[in-house]
């Protein structure tokens, strides 16, 4: 299975992740969405900054998940994996500002990053704000 993360730029995240600074995507939701249950080990992770082309890709080592979060749950998330996140533990209190209301957690955790050709997508049909997109083959929404 193929996958598609797109980032925002200002976090320098696809830099955090080739450098390999940022070994887990995490994602955080209010509601049981994509990648949840969607994704497992060995899978592709294809990565684009918002409104630019894919440019990096990971494989999947690992994937846990994390439901009916609360602010005990979050912290102890955020404390324990604050650094494979890729940020530092000076920010795990904005982090849990941000996250509080959210209710499942999705760790991804990365290997073997690479940089790719860059490439385009179509994401028609998946929503214009669309943050993550799982596909059985990329090559299904790249434009050429």
Same mark, same amino acid.
């Given at each position: 299975?193929?996958?598609l993360?797109?980032?925002?730029?200002?976090?320098?995240?696809?830099?955090?992740?080739?450098?390999?600074e940022?070994?887990?995507?995490?994602r955080?939701?209010?509601?049981?969405?994509?990648?949840?249950?969607?994704?497992n080990?060995?899978?592709?992770?294809?990565?684009?900054?918002?409104?630019?082309?894919?440019?990096i890709?990971?494989?999947?080592?690992?994937?846990?998940?994390?439901?009916?979060?609360?602010i005990? $749950?979050?912290?102890?998330?955020l404390?324990?994996?604050h650094?494979?996140? !890729?940020?530092?533990k000076?920010?795990?209190?904005?982090?849990v500002?941000?996250?509080?209301?959210?209710?499942?957690?999705?760790?991804i955790f990365?290997?073997n990053?690479?940089?790719?050709?860059?490439?385009?997508?179509? $994401?028609? !049909?998946? !929503?214009l704000?669309?943050?993550?997109i799982?596909?059985?083959?990329?090559?299904?929404?790249?434009?050429?």
């Amino acid at each position: 299975m193929d996958h598609l993360a797109i980032v925002n730029k200002k976090r320098k995240i696809i830099k955090k992740i080739l450098q390999k600074e940022k070994i887990i995507e995490s994602r955080w939701y209010k509601t049981k969405r994509a990648p949840w249950n969607k994704i497992n080990k060995n899978d592709t992770i294809y990565f684009k900054n918002s409104g630019e082309p894919v440019v990096i890709k990971a494989i999947v080592d690992k994937v846990i998940y994390f439901s009916d979060l609360n602010i005990e $749950k979050l912290t102890h998330i955020l404390n324990t994996y604050h650094k494979e996140i !890729g940020f530092n533990k000076d920010k795990i209190k904005s982090c849990v500002d941000l996250y509080c209301d959210k209710k499942y957690c999705i760790l991804i955790f990365l290997k073997n990053p690479e940089e790719i050709k860059p490439f385009k997508i179509d $994401k028609a !049909g998946f !929503g214009l704000m669309s943050a993550w997109i799982t596909i059985n083959d990329i090559d299904k929404i790249k434009i050429n």
